[in-house]
């Protein structure tokens, strides 16, 4: 599974994003191969990742994406931060809004990333 990860980075550089309405972010993914490095699951496999918007109105983004066997399959386990830009205006619209866009933007990443893994979630 990491190959496919892997595979879907190297064709996938830059990512379309969800934001406002219909409105997407293109980001730059930088991603590192991962394997049995957390000490509570020997066993996953996974990448570390981080992107960059192209506007800098969107916030960066680092996570671990990790996978973990679950009976027959496999899911994808996405663990991240950001920090919201435009230091108080930025917080204060992350509080109203923007951490339901960031979920928003995650579930349609993970979608993307299981639609092109042939992985389910």
């Not at 192209?54 to 990790?66: D, E, K, M, Y």
């Not at 679950?70 to 919201?84: A, H, I, Q």
């Not at 830009?85 to 951490?99: N, T």
């Amino acid at each position: 599974m990491v190959d496919r990860l892997q595979n879907f980075f190297s064709q996938h550089p830059k990512l379309q994003v969800k934001t406002l309405g219909s409105s997407t972010a293109s980001v730059a993914v930088q991603y590192y191969v991962l394997f049995d490095w957390l000490s509570t699951a020997p066993h996953s496999e996974g990448v570390a990742l981080a992107w960059r918007p192209a506007w800098r109105g969107f916030p960066s983004f680092g996570a671990t994406l990790t996978l973990q066997p679950v009976g027959d399959t496999t899911e994808l386990v996405l663990e991240g931060s950001y920090e919201p830009p435009a230091a108080a205006a930025g917080r204060f619209f992350d509080r109203v809004v923007g951490r339901k866009l960031a979920a928003r933007t995650m579930d349609a990443f993970l979608n993307q990333l299981a639609d092109n893994t042939g992985d389910g979630r």
